[in-house]
């Protein structure tokens, strides 16, 4: 019995260096981001932006939606006050089987645009866009960035 254990634990020994081994091999996942204005000038009641996403190469994200598995991506507006969001243009996801389900995903890089109208006066204040998502390979890992308007 002594020396089941002594074997046992020289298995998980080697089996969480392995593990380990193959965590250090792989590259760290990241998502980068802009925020950018495309169409309109800094008084005007009415601009339209674009948020620019990178991920990692053989990483993905989620879809808003994304199927039954996955983290939805999420993009949270923090705008002055009396601005709002008119629309925003999200592009077309990846679908995958995964099982009998379908999984839609995003990678490599993705662009959402959005058009945002407000009072004049009020675009002094700082526009955010804070991304909330899920990078995932074999298993997901969340994560959240928040993109500031340059003036």
């Given at each position: 019995?002594?020396?089941?254990?002594?074997?046992?634990?020289?298995?998980?020994?080697?089996?969480?260096?392995?593990?380990?081994?193959?965590?250090?091999?792989?590259?760290?996942?990241?998502?980068?981001?802009?925020?950018?204005?495309?169409?309109?000038?800094?008084?005007?009641?009415?601009?339209?932006?674009?948020?620019?996403?990178?991920?990692?190469?053989?990483?993905?994200?989620?879809?808003?939606?994304?199927?039954?598995?996955?983290?939805?991506?999420?993009?949270?507006?923090?705008?002055?006050?009396?601005?709002?969001?008119?629309?925003?243009?999200?592009?077309?996801?990846?679908a995958?089987?995964?099982g009998?389900?379908?999984?839609?995903?995003?990678?490599?890089?993705?662009?959402?645009?959005?058009?945002?109208?407000?009072?004049r006066?009020?675009?002094?204040?700082?526009?955010?866009?804070?991304?909330?998502?899920?990078?995932?390979?074999?298993?997901?890992?969340?994560?959240?960035?928040?993109?500031?308007?340059?003036?």
């Amino acid at each position: 019995m002594r020396r089941l254990a002594v074997r046992g634990g020289r298995t998980a020994l080697f089996i969480g260096l392995l593990a380990a081994r193959s965590a250090a091999a792989q590259p760290r996942p990241s998502l980068s981001g802009s925020l950018e204005r495309i169409r309109g000038a800094r008084g005007d009641s009415a601009i339209d932006v674009r948020v620019a996403v990178s991920i990692t190469d053989g990483w993905h994200i989620g879809a808003r939606t994304p199927g039954v598995v996955g983290i939805p991506t999420r993009l949270e507006w923090q705008l002055p006050k009396g601005w709002s969001v008119v629309s925003e243009a999200w592009p077309r996801p990846e679908a995958a089987l995964v099982g009998r389900d379908s999984a839609f995903t995003y990678s490599g890089s993705l662009t959402i645009r959005a058009s945002l109208v407000g009072p004049r006066a009020a675009l002094r204040e700082p526009v955010q866009a804070v991304l909330s998502y899920g990078i995932c390979r074999e298993m997901c890992i969340p994560g959240q960035v928040t993109l500031r308007l340059a003036r």
